[in-house]
């Protein structure tokens, strides 16, 4: 049982837009620590996204973006490609726990 | 150019001590706010965070782990190490060590060793 929740798995046709949710609590995304997003292919390790709730790191696409309001968080990807489908993967930090946190991913499938 | 790379056994058997190392290249873990952090992830299964050593040598574990986990660095030979006490087939995952902003972001990850329990 991950402390975020995700959706087990989401899919979109190639040029749509999909979602993914992240729900945390209190004491972690409602607390005010950031949320970071990971999307991971397969057989390889994750690879940062989404960082500080809305930042990409230099090299990801303007396709990836990520929001945050209140005990939730949200990742949106536009123009799905082929080459999006993967895992992914929300995190943030939880207070009464004293360490990082992550949701237990959600597979994204392209159609 | 910031690379880790997670080294260790790739078989272990049930109550033994595993010990992995990360080595790590493009950044110190003497500079003011550089952390490390162990991860892992169950085949299948989501990622699962299991320890962090910060610049200062402070250090924090997983809560469901603390009493089973021991963290160290050693800053001269840009390695942190990871040792897991008594481990069992439950814990047969690939292990991977990420470097930690200060945010918590883990901004680059080593590749991944898949450590295998089993008697």
């Known amino acids: 049982q991950s402390v975020l929740t995700q959706p087990p798995s989401v899919s979109g046709a190639p040029g749509q837009r999909v979602t993914i949710s992240c729900t945390g609590s209190?004491?972690?995304?409602?607390?005010?620590?950031?949320v970071h997003w990971y999307q991971q292919l397969p057989g390889t390790a994750p690879k940062l996204l989404i960082y500080?709730?809305?930042n990409r790191p230099s090299g990801v696409p303007d396709r990836f973006s990520g929001s945050k309001s209140g005990t939730s968080a949200s990742l949106a990807i536009t123009g799905l490609q082929a080459e999006d489908e993967a895992d992914y993967y929300c995190h943030s930090y939880d207070s009464s726990l004293s360490g990082s946190v992550f949701g237990g991913g959600t597979k994204l499938t392209v159609l | 150019q910031v690379t880790l790379k997670e080294s260790g056994p790739a078989l272990v058997k049930p109550t033994q001590t595993l010990t992995l190392t990360c080595t790590f290249s493009g950044f110190s873990l003497s500079t003011s706010g550089m952390r490390v952090s162990w991860l892992r992830q169950p085949p299948g299964k989501a990622l699962e965070w299991l320890a962090r050593?910060?610049?200062?040598?402070?250090?924090f574990y997983s809560a469901s782990l603390k009493t089973r986990l021991t963290i160290s660095k050693d800053t001269s030979k840009n390695q942190v190490v990871l040792t897991m006490t008594n481990v069992d087939p439950v814990d047969t995952a690939t292990y991977y060590c990420a470097r930690t902003q200060i945010d918590y972001s883990l901004d680059y990850w080593g590749q991944g060793t898949l450590v295998i329990v089993s008697s």
């Open positions: 050593i910060d610049w200062d040598d402070d250090k």
């Open positions: 209190s004491s972690n995304i409602g607390a005010g620590y950031d």
């Open positions: 500080g709730n809305n």
